[in-house]
Nanobody, 129 residues
Framework: QVQLVESGGGSVQAGGSLRLSCAAS????????MGWFRQAPGKEREGVAY????????YYADSEKGRFIISQDNAKNTVYLQMNRLKPEDTAMYYC??????????????????????WGQGTQVTVSS
């Protein structure tokens, strides 16, 4: 099993920045892919950014390209999400997720939740205008 714990959420004004962290423990070697997802009140959960652990290659939802950056520190088994130029519509609960299995089709659809079998409890991000 893999345990994931998110941190770094909080309240910030529009235009500000936050860095979220996702620390993994347990059988961390089971992680092949990881992603950040978010869910705003009354909306479905959506993917934001993703990383292939072995290679470090990153992928982003089209709407977040250029504002959000996903990175990893393998020595700490931690994945980060740097969020810049935050907007009120970024307000949501942010979750990190890890997937043990992937194949070549992951690269074309990294945001599909079926790829992720471990989830954290989430960290709240609130952006005020």
């Amino acid at each position: 099993q893999v345990q994931l714990v998110e941190s770094g959420g909080g309240s910030v004004q529009a235009g500000g920045s936050l860095r979220l962290s996702c620390a993994a423990s347990g059988y961390t070697y089971l992680r092949n892919v990881m992603g950040w997802f978010r869910q705003a009140p009354g909306k479905e959960r959506e993917g934001v950014a993703y990383v292939r652990i072995e290679t470090g290659r990153t992928y982003y939802a089209d709407s977040e390209k250029g504002r959000f950056i996903i990175s990893q520190d393998n020595a700490k088994n931690t994945v980060y999400l740097q969020m810049n130029r935050l907007k009120p519509e970024d307000t949501a609960m942010y979750y990190c997720a890890a997937g043990s299995y992937y194949d070549s089709t992951w690269y074309s659809s990294p945001g599909r939740e079926v790829w992720y079998n471990y989830w954290g409890q989430g960290t709240q991000v609130t952006v005020s205008s």
